[in-house]
């Protein structure tokens, strides 16, 4: 099994489910063309998070990590009229691109993009808060910090989910080599430790390689 076929099945799977979609086609094409990294979640991991959102009934999203707004639309998408995401995005550049792609799906006063460090803006969202869903999606090794400030700003019963835990496999090498896996095994033993979450993680293959999301609920 190679990671063209998980492509192919992940191919598979939005042809049958995903009808085509000019709106996340044209925010993907804007990313390429602004020279944004392509590290968006990918088109069924989208939906999965907009599923995700809809089965917790989210009024008030937060994320960390915005990059051209992609998983922002999936998520916006999923709320009722009145909801909000506040999106949290460090690079202007990328805030910049976000900002049209989020226009353009039609959230722009549904969609709240704070730029700058992660970490100096979580603090002012207290105003925003509770959140019923958080996705964390930034730079790694802060993962355990933005998990902290997730918690923090949560409602109980509200949704934690993080990307990248897997990375092809690397989560398992203890040896602190490299920073973002560190960031992700100090997030998987501040999940263990701490009482007022239970969680769990779900490893994934498709046309993003060899990865997998955490899912927590805040009790
Ligand atoms: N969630 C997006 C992908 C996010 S990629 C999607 O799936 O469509 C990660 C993003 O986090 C990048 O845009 C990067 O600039 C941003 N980032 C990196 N460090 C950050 C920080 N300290 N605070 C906020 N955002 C940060
Ligand atoms: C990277 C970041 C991501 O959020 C992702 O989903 C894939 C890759 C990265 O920084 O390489
Ligand atoms: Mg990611």
């Known amino acids: 099994m190679t990671s063209a076929t998980w492509t192919a099945v992940d191919e598979y799977l939005c042809d049958r489910m995903l009808p085509r979609d000019p709106v996340l086609e044209a925010t993907q094409r804007s990313a390429a063309d602004a020279g944004l990294p392509a590290i968006s979640v990918s088109a069924t991991q989208g939906k999965f998070l907009h599923l995700l959102a809809r089965i917790a009934g989210a009024r008030r999203v937060l994320e960390i990590g915005t990059l051209a707004g992609y998983s922002t639309i999936w998520l916006a998408r999923a709320l009722p009229k009145e909801g909000r995401v506040v999106t949290l995005e460090f690079d202007p550049a990328h805030a910049e691109v976000a900002r049209a792609n989020i226009a ?26 509770p959140f019923d869903l958080v996705f964390i999606d930034a730079d790694k090794p802060s993962t355990p910090d933005y998990f902290r400030w997730a918690i923090k700003l949560s409602r109980p019963g509200a949704v934690i989910v993080v990307d990248n ?55």
């Open 104 to 129: 353009r799906a039609g959230f722009e006063g549904i969609v709240d993009i704070r730029v700058g460090a992660a970490l100096e803006t979580l603090p002012s969202l207290a105003a925003e808060a």
């Open 165 to 219: 835990v897997v990375r092809n496999g690397d989560i398992i090498d203890a040896s602190g080599k490299n920073q973002d896996v560190e960031g992700m095994r100090r997030f998987f033993d501040l999940l263990a430790a701490e009482p007022r979450v239970t969680g769990t993680a779900v490893q994934t293959v498709g046309a993003k390689g060899y990865d997998g999301f955490a899912i927590a609920v805040v009790t």
